[in-house]
Each structure stands twice: as structure tokens, then as C-alpha cells.
């Protein structure tokens, strides 16, 4: 069963306006964590936003917020005031602590256009 | 600077032709890993290493060798490529015993991309 599901094949996006990713994910643990990476055309991953399972507030990164709502195992990544540069690539991953491996379960991603 | 360095960068080759991919990071980090990255399939987990000499399965191992002798490196072989190992290519590594390690994220390298003809 797939762990991570990304509903989003692409998305177009005004400059200035905010935009939301869907993340929903399946797991059996109580402790998990959830990351987003950007991925830009140049191919690289990088590194946006943590939220623990059990963290009881919203995690947020400068833009870069995440709506955790853990009833309905959903982390959607919200961009605000999108800019250009935003143009890329998101991935939304899983790591679910009764693995030992440390693995890093990876939804299928979202392609973001940002439009001037 | 803190980075994952993988490579080479880029790299077309002939089936058959065994070829080596070399990660290496200098952050001091036990676990280091391996990731493919193929259209809607997001990225999946060859191997990873939690510590010098310790070495397992991901989720597509097959065709894959890594080895860990060094804690700063983890390279990816491939004895015998054949055109299905065509991906993108990732190196990421993390903190691992630590208590800090649960909320870290794993760093990644920039990417192989490997084309095998």
C-alpha cells in the first residue's frame, strides 16, 4: 500500500498567492515524522519543513507552513506570497520510527508553476 | 561547508560495464543511504548503512552493491547495469544515535543521473 500520496500531479500558482500541496499518508506507529523537499529543475533536494507526530503545534518555516491534521493523517504544504523562484518540484515524505532504517517513504510529488 | 557530495554528476554507459557511484559526506553522520528516483514513483531506498560496517536492504536492492568502510563514504556499484537502472540517483545521509536524530532531516547530494544503453 502506498504510504505517501501526493493527489497533485501539477499545479499552476499566481505569483504573490498562496498555494497548498496535498500530503495524505498511511501509517500503524504513533511516532512518525513528516518532511517536504523541494526539488528545482537543477535536480537537487532540499530540505523545507519537520513535523513531528506528536508536536502539537503547526510546524513553520519562514513561507513555508504545514497544515497537520493527524486524524485525518494529512500534511498539506502551504507556500505563501509564492514567488518565482518556488517554481519546482515537492515532495512529501514519511519516516515512521518503528523502522530502525531510517528510510524515508516518498510520495510520487508535486510540480508547482509560479506564473508572473 | 556541511554537504553530501556524490559523483559523478552525469554518466552514460554501456550494459554490462560495472560502474561505481561515491558519496561522501562530512557531517559526522552515521547513516547514510541510497535513493533512485523514477517518474511517479517519487524516490525509493536501495540500501543504507546505520554505522561503519553495517549495511541493508531498502526497498529495490537488486543490482545494487554499497559497502561502508569508511564512515564519510557510501558507494553505490552497479557489477552489471542494465537499462532499467536508468534513474536519477540519490546520497543522503542523517545523524542517527543521537536523541537529536528522531526530527533531523536526511541531507541529500545533488543526483547522479545515470543513463545505461
Known amino acids: 500500500a502506498q504510504k505517501i500520496t501526493q493527489t497533485q500531479p501539477g499545479m499552476f500558482v499566481q505569483e504573490k498567492e498562496a498555494v497548498t500541496l496535498d500530503c495524505t499518508y498511511d501509517?500503524?506507529?504513533?511516532?512518525?515524522?513528516l518532511f517536504w523537499y523541494k526539488q528545482p529543475s537543477s535536480g537537487e533536494m532540499i530540505f523545507l519543513i519537520y513535523?513531528?507526530?506528536?508536536?502539537?503545534q503547526n510546524a513553520t518555516e519562514g513561507r513555508y507552513s504545514l497544515n497537520f491534521q493527524k486524524a485525518r493523517k494529512s500534511a498539506n504544504l502551504v507556500i505563501s506570497a509564492s514567488q518565482l523562484g518556488d517554481s519546482a518540484m515537492y515532495f512529501c515524505?514519511?519516516?515512521?520510527?518503528?523502522?530502525?532504517?531510517?528510510?524515508?517513504?516518498f510520495g510520487a510529488g508535486t510540480t508547482v508553476t509560479v506564473r508572473a | 561547508e556541511a554537504q553530501v557530495t556524490q559523483n559523478p554528476r552525469y554518466l552514460i554507459t554501456v550494459t554490462g560495464k560495472k560502474l561505481t557511484v561515491t558519496c561522501s559526506q562530512n557531517?559526522?553522520?552515521?547513516?547514510m543511504s541510497w535513493y533512485r528516483q523514477d517518474p511517479g514513483l517519487g524516490l525509493r531506498q536501495i540500501y543504507y548503512?546505520?554505522?561503519?560496517?553495517?549495511?541493508d536492504k531498502g526497498d529495490v536492492p537488486e543490482g545494487y552493491k554499497v559497502s561502508r568502510k569508511e564512515k564519510r563514504n557510501f558507494p553505490l556499484i552497479l557489477e552489471s547495469p542494465s537499462p532499467n537502472q536508468t534513474s536519477l540517483y540519490f546520497c543522503?545521509?542523517?545523524?542517527?544515535?543521537?536523541?537529536?536524530?528522531?526530527?533531523?532531516?536526511?541531507?541529500f547530494g545533488d543526483g547522479t543521473r545515470l543513463s545505461i544503453l
Open positions: 543522503a545521509s542523517s545523524l542517527y544515535y543521537r536523541e537529536e536524530a528522531q526530527n533531523q532531516p536526511q541531507h
Open positions: 501509517t500503524s506507529d504513533q511516532s512518525y515524522g
Open positions: 513535523q513531528g507526530s506528536y508536536d502539537e
Open positions: 515524505a514519511m519516516r515512521e520510527e518503528s523502522f530502525n532504517d531510517y528510510k524515508l517513504s
Open positions: 557531517m559526522n553522520h552515521e547513516y
Open positions: 548503512s546505520m554505522n561503519v560496517e553495517v549495511t
